[in-house]
Nanobody, 115 residues
Framework: QVQLVESGGGMVQAGGSLRLSCAAS????????VGWYRQAPGKQREWVAA???????NYADSVKGRFAISRDNTKNTVYLQMNILKPDDTASYYC?????????WGQGTQVTVSS
């Protein structure tokens, strides 16, 4: 089964940027859509962004215009470019298939945005 490893998180001030990576051990792009999710302390995990096999992107309203999802097929890697970060973006970020979760969750990568 495909394993997912997220990386790229860190601590940043509000207004800053980070680029997250999700490396898959196999061909994650055989699934119709992949994306990013996040979970803040004490909150449910929520969907953030999606990218279909045809290259169509979709974003949660809270990140639209600030985040961009992309992929590198040759590396089986999905990226999330996060700009104009806000304290509300603080969370652990995970990748997986969208909308149905079809793969084991990775360990996630922590993003902390200070005001």
């Amino acid at each position: 089964q495909v394993q997912l490893v997220e990386s790229g998180g860190g601590m940043v001030q509000a207004g800053g940027s980070l680029r997250l990576s999700c490396a898959a051990s196999g061909n994650i792009f055989e699934f119709p859509s992949v994306g990013w999710y996040r979970q803040a302390p004490g909150k449910q995990r929520e969907w953030v962004a999606a990218l279909t096999s045809r290259g169509i992107t979709n974003y949660a309203d809270s990140v639209k215009g600030r985040f961009a999802i992309s992929r590198d097929n040759t590396k089986n890697t999905v990226y999330l470019q996060m700009n104009i970060l806000k304290p509300d973006d603080t969370a652990s970020y995970y990748c997986n298939t969208v909308p149905a979760i079809r793969l084991p969750w990775g360990q996630g990568t922590q993003v902390t945005v200070s005001s």
